[in-house]
């Protein structure tokens, strides 16, 4: 991985949704009977749409949880890892989108995982919606992470400092 990439994933913001979140089928409602015209949709949009009143807590690379996600992950691992982009290559949202459901599917087959939706944000406008999964082990995260064809994840263990989990060199 070169210089600037591994300076990008070091410079990302990494959300975490804190709130309950609305599966939006087809994209088009946030809530029961709360639609959004389709101008309104991010592009692309996300397969999980966050309230804009949601709260979302900052993950950065070497330095602590912040508190709000201390209380959640307490003593357990915890990694931030996305399907989309495999290799750090943009790809089209449809084929990113299936990906990132077939990702969600497979963590929700370990019940020791707990999900969040979350998004990484890059400082030159990249963006990435994400999962913030605490429960599973570095093994786990690097398998999923390896078959999404990640170069890297965030990871870490209770309020440890996060780490970048380098899976391709």
């Known amino acids: 991985m070169d210089k600037a990439l591994l300076d990008e994933f070091r410079t990302t913001d990494y959300l975490v949704c804190l709130d309950e979140v609305e599966v939006a089928p087809a994209h088009s ?7 959004l015209p389709p101008t309104s949709l991010p592009s692309p949009a996300p397969a999980t749409l966050a309230h804009p ?12 949880l912040p508190e709000s996600l201390q209380t959640l992950v307490g003593a357990r691992s915890w990694g931030f890892i996305t399907a989309w982009n495999p290799r750090s290559e943009r790809r089209v949202a449809e084929d990113n989108l299936t990906a990132q459901r077939e990702l969600l599917t497979a963590l929700r087959s370990w019940p020791e995982a707990v999900i969040y939706p979350a998004i990484g944000i890059g400082t030159n406008g ?3 919606p994400s999962l913030f999964i605490i429960g599973l082990d570095t093994a786990a995260l690097d398998a999923l992470g390896q078959r999404h064809e990640q170069n890297a994840y965030v990871h870490g ?3 440890a400092t996060a780490s970048l989990r380098l899976l391709r060199s």
Do not use: F, V
Request: glycine share 8%; no cysteine.
């Open 29 to 35: 409602t946030i809530a029961p009977g709360i639609a």
């Open 53 to 64: 009143w949601a709260t979302w807590a900052s993950i950065r690379i070497d330095q602590s």
């Open 126 to 128: 990249w963006s990435e």
């Open 157 to 159: 263990h209770g309020n």
